[in-house]
């Protein structure tokens, strides 16, 4: 009896940038390569400075 293989979907997190949109998961790294990930809870400064909840709920604000 052959089994059949399910395809998984595995949705990737993007890399921050200014085309990203709120409640979006992203993630990004330092120059010291520290890595961040969390979801964007709004721009400001016309898309230039995005909050970003992170996973252990602190808020960080990233210029993109």
Do not use: P
Request: aromatic share 8%.
């Amino acid at each position: 009896m052959k089994m059949k293989k399910k395809n998984k979907t595995v949705k990737k997190i993007r890399y921050i940038d200014y085309a990203c949109n709120v409640n979006e998961r992203v993630k990004w790294e330092t120059i010291t390569g520290q890595r961040f990930e969390g979801v964007i809870i709004r721009w400001e400064e016309d898309n230039s400075l995005a909050i970003v909840r992170l996973d252990n709920g602190s808020e960080m604000s990233v210029v993109c």
